[in-house]
């Protein structure tokens, strides 16, 4: 493989504090050399003037849908998806068929990957069998054949002893817990967030409070087991109270928050467009607002997309018999640039943190830095570019995006993963 | 209205007069009730109900017929939605027979909605889910002002299923444009504070008593077991707390009027002495249905 040059680009690497205009040389998929004006005879020259060079950003919740479901989306579109998104990395949540609840289907995952996938993949494991919420999954085995965490995505292990027993298991194997919290009994029948604008709509509501009791229940496992946990798409403002709390007295608890959680309120719903439908729900003001703050504040770990496609056949329904979900990866850097950093909540560093080294952490990745020696994933984004973002012309298999339509400030550029370019904006 | 009648919330109050004036035409007092008019000749409405409904679909039938149009109406047993027909393919179907409208009754909320971003043919709605039913709120209003010279500075209390109730929701978008006095009663579950917030001039109380006092129209609504996702409350008590009895009657205007949207189940939310007692103007409602449901086709297709 040749060596690729990013040249003069405005380097910028949370891990070291790094920012500055400089050259990245990468040989052997390694970072080999990070100096200004270099001169490397038969490498690739990719010229990044004016834009920024970034650690490989990684999208810690997705769904790929492979095995089972690939008529929405397969690890190759999917990681074609992410690597137009500036995705060097992908976590694929387990909700496949099979579920991916064994060591077999996290090696299938892995070897698909390896053929297919543009970006690196890692996979998920299920905390319980066919994630029923009943019987653990092989943990430890999923973990040896690479799983990087696990949970039962969208489906709560509703059972408090379940939870505490894979609470237990986690932390002997060292793997992070990552629970999607929703009370299934206080969300049941819900299409959106209950409030003012659900009892208008008439649309049965899911209150923030079936979030905020499996919080509530999961911070005080996390207490009795020491396990490492993971709170998925935070959505609600006492769920983030409760996990700023629990971080202040040092348990070992870390959350991401999704972009459209943090850019749309549940006012998106007024027409009944099923591409506003995921869970939890877009859900108030005062909660988008909660979020901000809790991003801008450091309680918020990670950015993860929750890309969750579904075909157009399935989102083409009655509101209420549409599937929960909505795919993201595309535009996740765009709507976080345009929502966090040009509207002054954050510095542009705290954002390329909160897409690397901040999942990287949580998960234990080796990966996240731009250093001599690192894994040469790299993401290449201009903060100011003016673009439009056509779902029609996503790589993503479905088209349920809620920015379809949306003109951005800022949006990703190349997308370079173990040395290769494998994406370019054209 | 080219654009249907999708709720009464996005309509104009002065857009509700005009069709409350001219429904005041249609009735049969005015001596037209026999008279077919040609108003709407060689125009096709298709009555497309998903959900079964006797009074609110004869009723556009017989509107529309009145009007002179071709009305045809389809209800899901036993056409092909009761075939696994998805919405949006029985829609594009029967768009392509160009109707000049839809008439449209829907389980889901917002189902007509839905259409009528995909579809370029006028969608009325004939109510959807737990969101609106805005020719009830019409026909109502028709009623209260046969009884009463205007709608400004009335108190009118909503006793039931608010939360369920999408009668209760376009009526409250209704009265609320004319500066009604809405009191909501019912119990806990079925009000949920947030109603108070979807128009101004609403407040809640679980107390009957309270709602009906100083009352000029006390509007029933039916209790909708078919829509109880979960037990809200206990059924066995519903009338104890929450029936509209005789007793109650004392409390309201002396010249307080009873109103139903039908059908009524009695002795569950109203006695049968108060569904019969000169009070009641339930079967003036029926009539004013036509009425009203003519005048909306005419102001969409005339």
């Not at chain 1, 995705?87 to 099979?98: E, G, H, K, L, R």
């Not at chain 1, 967030?193 to 079936?210: K, N």
């Not at chain 1, 971080?247 to 309120?265: D, I, M, Q």
């Not at chain 1, 009944?272 to 809790?294: C, F, H, T, V, W």
């Amino acid at each position: 493989m040749p060596k690729l040059l990013i040249q003069n680009g405005r380097v910028m690497d949370p891990a070291t504090g790094f920012d500055g205009v400089t050259d990245v040389l990468i040989k052997s998929g390694l970072i080999v050399r990070l100096a200004p004006h270099m001169h490397a005879t038969g490498a690739i020259a990719f010229d990044a003037s004016g834009l920024v060079v970034a650690p490989g950003f990684i999208d810690m919740h997705v769904h790929l849908r492979e095995p089972g479901y690939e008529h929405s989306e397969t690890i190759e579109t999917g990681s074609r998806a992410a690597a137009g998104g500036g995705f060097t990395s992908v976590c694929a949540m387990p909700n496949t068929q099979p579920v991916n609840d064994d060591a077999a289907v996290t090696r299938y995952i892995l070897e698909q990957a390896a053929r297919y996938a543009v970006t690196n993949v890692f996979p998920i494991g299920a905390i319980t069998e066919n994630s029923a919420g009943e019987k653990l999954a092989a943990i430890g085995s999923m973990k040896a054949a690479g799983a990087v965490a696990i949970s039962d995505d969208g489906c709560t292990v509703m059972n408090a002893r379940v939870m505490r027993r894979a609470m237990e298991f986690a932390r002997a194997f060292d793997v992070p817990v990552i629970d999607h919290c929703e009370d299934a009994n206080l969300s049941a029948g819900g299409d959106m967030h209950e409030g003012a604008e659900s009892v208008r709509l008439g649309l049965r509501g899911i209150p923030a409070s079936s979030e905020d009791v499996i919080v509530a229940r999961d911070l005080v496992l996390v207490e009795n087991t020491g396990a490492r946990l993971h709170v998925a798409h935070v959505s609600s403002r006492r769920s983030l109270a409760m996990i700023a709390d629990a971080k202040a007295r040092g348990l070992p608890v870390t959350c991401e928050v999704t972009p459209h959680h943090f850019a749309l309120t549940d006012a998106a719903l007024a027409p009944y467009d099923s591409n506003y439908k995921m869970k939890p729900p877009l859900r108030s003001a005062a909660d988008q607002e909660a979020l901000i703050e809790g991003i801008a504040s450091g309680v918020v770990d990670a950015i993860a997309s929750d890309h969750a496609p579904h075909p157009g056949s399935e989102k083409m329904q009655e509101f209420e018999k549409c599937p929960f979900g909505v795919i993201g990866l595309e535009t996740a850097l765009a709507v976080a640039l345009e929502k966090l950093v040009h509207s002054g909540r954050i510095p542009l560093m705290r954002l390329i943190e909160l897409f690397t080294t901040g999942p990287a952490r949580v998960l234990g990745l080796n990966r996240g830095r731009l250093e001599v020696g690192a894994a040469a994933d790299v993401t290449i984004f201009d903060p100011e570019l003016a673009w439009t973002y056509d779902v029609n012309r996503s790589y993503s298999k479905s088209k349920n995006s809620p920015f379809d339509g949306w003109t951005f400030r800022g949006g990703p550029v190349a997308t370079v993963v173990a040395g290769k370019i494998v994406w370019q904006r054209s | 209205m080219p654009q249907g009648l999708l709720g009464i919330e996005g309509v104009e109050r002065a857009e509700i007069e005009a069709i409350l004036d001219r429904a005041k035409a249609f009735q049969p007092a005015q001596g037209q009730h026999f008279q077919k008019l040609d108003t709407l000749r060689g125009r096709m409405i298709v009555n497309l109900f998903f959900e079964s409904s006797t009074r609110t679909r004869t009723s556009f039938e017989i509107a529309a017929k009145r009007l002179g149009a071709d009305a045809i109406s389809i209800s899901a047993a036993g056409s092909s939605m009761s075939k696994g027909e998805s919405l949006v393919d029985t829609l594009a179907t029967l768009a392509a027979m160009r109707p000049d409208a839809i008439v449209m009754r829907h389980a889901a909320s917002g189902a007509p909605h839905f259409l009528a971003r995909h579809l370029p043919i006028p969608i009325i709605n004939a109510g959807d889910g737990t969101h609106e039913h805005p020719t009830q709120a019409l026909l109502d209003a028709r009623t209260i002002l046969d009884q009463r010279p205007t709608l400004e500075g009335l108190r009118v209390s909503i006793i039931g299923d608010i939360a369920h109730s999408r009668v209760a929701r376009s009526n409250i978008h209704l009265l609320a444009k004319f500066g009604v006095d809405i009191v909501l009663c019912g119990p806990a579950p079925l009000a949920p504070p947030e109603l108070a917030g979807i128009a101004p001039g609403v407040r809640i109380t679980y107390d009957i008593r309270e709602a009906i006092r100083d009352a000029d129209v006390i509007m029933m609504l039916r209790v909708q077991l078919e829509r109880q996702h979960e037990a809200a409350f206990p059924a066995g008590e519903y009338f104890q707390f929450y029936g509209l009895r005789l007793e109650h009657l004392g409390l309201a205007k002396p010249d307080a009027i009873v109103m139903h949207p039908g059908p009524i189940n009695r002795g569950r939310e109203i006695s049968s002495e108060v569904a019969d007692s000169q009070r009641s103007v339930i079967l003036n409602q029926v009539e004013n249905g036509v009425a009203v449901r003519m005048a909306v086709l005419e102001r969409i297709l005339g």
